[in-house]
């Protein structure tokens, strides 16, 4: 079962890849449930697992026999035609009763666990992972204090200043970003204190590495942004360079044990490369347990890597 | 102490609001035997979505609540919109 949305151009390389496999897919989409998607489920009485039936417009999934869940981005939920009350009562059942249920089925691979995914996100949880295996972390400060800004970038100046997650849309429905980007600390003043705020002493690499890795597969690209920005995600896209690169031993078996300690099948690494040849160092910036992979040279390798593991774990 | 800012410092870091971008087809369809999601521009005609890079190159991508072109959102930092 992959559950995404219709405009996920990332989930077809992988429903073609389980198809050629032999697998029977069904795609779905969570937020239909309404006329377009029905389910009903049982447990207990003689049943010790869940079993019943999802339909969808074009499939009709025994819940039981769904042996692989690829999770990938489902739609937000819906209930447009609903008052607000009810629309947020709707949207928390739907939550649990039928996300919930889709994550918990029985003898079922899961790439990767919505709650796993959730616990991963964090990014106190990742730094926290990520120096316990081993992986070298910026000095950083999550902080409301200005005071502590002030020190901690007398310390390590250059800082950078990031957010946990991406802002809000605007009540006009715009949205903007917030790149990771080098702070003046002079800039920093007493409005830190409303809310959590994470600063990182500026690495200073000369390249990214994205490293994806599925099961015990591991694909790894060097991007190079031509003009040299702090974030490569910010940068027109046609003007970095991938190249792909070897990840050393020691890097492939903490990326290991940190994914096994979020239960994570899959997750994109990102590291700053600094220095070059036997000097390379590889600095830990983030891991995103559901990353995009479709741009990346490696994409077809990856799509086939994702069937692999859904199918045979 | 009183804070008289109703901004926290990290909005004040925040970029112009991204250009909406415009989804290369207007229509998707599922197809029934294999699942995979087919999708065709205004003329009907099929969008290659593997090699029509400038869509799965980007790591924006608009809100997919099926709401129609519309602002792209950060995908590398998810907001917490569901």
């Known amino acids: ?313 | 102490m009183t804070i008289t800012s109703t901004r926290p410092w990290g909005m004040t870091r925040m970029k112009p609001p991204l250009e909406a971008v415009t989804l290369p087809w207007v229509a998707a369809e599922l197809d029934e035997t294999t699942q995979l999601a087919t999708y065709r521009d205004a003329d009907g005609h099929a969008v290659d979505t593997v090699t029509c890079g400038t869509f799965v190159t980007v790591t924006t991508s608009k809100p997919h609540d099926g709401s129609g072109n519309a602002s792209p959102v950060a995908d590398d930092s998810n907001t917490d919109q569901k």
Request: negative net charge; glycine residues 6%.
């Open chain 1, 1 to 313: 079962m992959v559950i995404t949305c219709m405009d996920d151009v990332t989930a077809n390389p992988v429903i073609a890849a389980s198809n050629e496999r032999g697998s029977r897919v069904a795609r779905v989409d969570p937020a239909d449930i309404g006329p377009d998607l029905t389910f009903s489920a049982q447990i207990g009485a003689d049943q010790v697992g869940w079993t019943g039936s999802l339909r969808t417009l074009t499939r009709d999934v025994a819940l039981e026999d769904v042996q692989a869940v690829y999770y990938r981005r489902p739609s937000p939920w819906r209930f447009h035609e609903l008052p607000p009350q009810e629309r947020e009562f709707a949207k928390s059942e739907a939550r649990h009763g039928l996300d919930g249920m889709l994550a918990a089925l029985p003898r079922c691979r899961y790439v990767n666990r919505p709650a796993a995914v959730e616990r991963a996100e964090v990014k106190p949880a990742q730094l926290q992972v990520a120096a316990e295996v081993g992986f070298d972390v910026p000095a950083t400060l999550i902080t409301n204090d200005p005071g502590a800004v002030r020190e901690f970038a007398a310390k390590h100046a250059p800082i950078v200043y990031k957010s946990f997650r991406g802002v809000p849309a605007a009540p006009g429905g715009e949205v903007a970003a917030i790149w990771t980007q080098r702070i003046d600390p002079a800039d920093v003043d007493e409005s830190v204190r409303l809310t959590a705020h994470l600063f990182q002493a500026e690495v200073p690499k000369t390249s990214d590495a994205r490293v994806t890795v599925v099961g015990s597969r591991v694909f790894a690209s060097e991007i190079t942004a031509l003009d040299g920005t702090l974030d490569w995600r910010r940068d027109d896209w046609d003007r970095l360079v991938h190249t792909p690169i070897e990840v050393p031993a020691p890097i492939k078996v903490a990326m290991r044990f940190y994914l096994r300690r979020f239960a994570l099948a899959f997750g994109c690494f990102d590291f700053a490369l600094t220095g070059s040849g036997t000097d390379r160092q590889r600095t830990f910036l983030g891991c995103n347990p559901n990353g995009q992979w479709a741009w990346l040279p490696d994409a077809p390798a990856i799509a086939a890597a994702l069937a692999d593991t859904l199918l045979e774990g």
